[in-house]
């Protein structure tokens, strides 16, 4: 079912008082800033979005990798991740091991020492993996390639469409991986041996997909024609779909709902059962008042009960998750790369613009 909000669904939202809560429906105020709680070093220009597991704080940028303790508030490990090239996301956490790489490589180090376990050179360049205690699944060129999480022998390959390339990363289930390789096509490959289960083609519909995500029995995916979708697991097929009017830079999905910024200037809230909007918050209404928030670039994030928003001036925003109401926002006490990380019991960590790891309490 059809979701569709376009400039003129935007005014008449505004006529039928649909919106959550206006920006202009609150006053500018000194705004509070978050107290820094620690911040450390990593050895890096460029730091990538940061990763907590194991009560540690992974990273991963330009030139290291390493582990901040939490329960020691202190550098666990660091040194040179070993490649000639970038590491370009964020590590992923898997039985001990840090996964991490670029687009020319991708290693899996021991997340207690740093320890490298294995390495794979790309032979054409390599894309965002899906890592799973048993199996990583990522794109090199144009082939979806498998590999033993924990030894890093190669399992299978499956070939997409030749001359283009898989650079997002998949994702699956227990017994199926779906990739959306940037092809125009979702492929659902038997996660034991990479045969094909189902193909579709949405090169008309979608023309392709950049983020997907498992969500009950939907793949809930972005696409690059504005659009989220919800796909069924069992054989692609479209169960609805949601324009939000502009390009969606990204969704974060979690409890039945995915969260996502339009530029059209609101904060979404959408069923991933249904398609339907749960709530709408407007950000901004584009009349150049101190109460509008800057673009986001950052992908929203949840914890507990609130929803997290970075946008583009280092201002976070809390929103409450059931309605979109209850809004707060406090400044960052230094610039950071757009990525943020609420950590249950201590408070939000983000990579800054000079490459260290910032440590800040939340209210």
């Known amino acids: 079912m059809p979701v569709t909000l376009d400039r003129r669904g935007f005014v008449q939202g505004l006529v039928a008082g649909l919106m959550c809560r206006p920006a202009a429906a609150f006053a500018p105020a000194p705004m509070p800033e978050l107290p820094v709680l620690a911040q450390f070093a990593t050895g890096n220009n460029r730091l990538n979005p940061l990763t907590h597991a194991a009560g540690s704080v992974l990273y991963c940028g330009d030139t290291t990798i390493g582990a901040v303790s939490l329960a020691q508030a202190a550098p666990l490990w660091s040194h040179g991740h070993g490649f000639d090239s970038p590491a370009e996301y964020r590590p992923r956490f898997a039985e001990g091991l840090m996964v991490c790489g670029g687009r020319k490589w991708l290693a899996a180090y021991d997340a207690a020492s740093g320890a490298e376990v294995w390495r794979y050179t790309a032979q054409i360049q ?38 283009t390339l898989a650079s997002y990363a998949p994702t699956g ?16 490959l038997n996660l034991s041996d990479g045969a094909v289960n189902w193909v579709v083609d949405g090169r008309t519909t979608w023309q392709y997909l950049r983020q997907i995500q498992v969500e009950g029995d939907l793949l809930v995916a972005g696409t690059y024609k504005e659009r989220l979708v919800g796909l069924s697991l ?26 996502l910024w339009s530029p059209t200037g609101w904060i979404y809230a959408i069923d991933t059962g249904s398609g339907q909007v749960r709530w709408r918050y407007q950000t901004t209404d584009f009349d150049g008042a101190e109460s ?72």
């Not at 227990?174 to 979702?186: K, N």
Request: hydrophobic residues 45%.
């Open 292 to 363: 509008n928030w800057a673009s986001v670039l950052a992908e929203l994030q949840t914890l507990g009960d609130r929803l997290f928003v970075l946008d583009m001036k280092d201002v976070l925003h809390v929103l409450n998750r059931a309605g979109g109401d209850g809004h707060s926002q406090y400044r960052l006490p230094q610039k950071v790369r757009h990525a943020i990380l609420p950590i249950a019991g201590v408070g939000i960590a983000c990579p800054t613009l000079g490459g260290e790891i910032l440590l800040a309490a939340l209210p």
């Open 173 to 188: 289930t227990t017994d199926t991986v779906f990739v959306g390789p940037g092809d125009g096509h979702l492929y659902a």
């Open 234 to 259: 069992a054989d692609g097929a479209q169960r609805w779909s949601f324009n939000a009017g502009n390009f969606i830079n990204s969704q974060h999905v979690a409890d039945g709902s995915a969260y």
């Open 126 to 163: 390599t894309g965002v993996p899906w890592v799973t205690p048993q199996v990583t699944v990522f794109g090199d060129g144009h082939q979806i390639t498998a590999l033993d999480t924990l030894t890093g022998k190669p399992l299978w390959q499956h070939a997409a469409i030749v001359d």
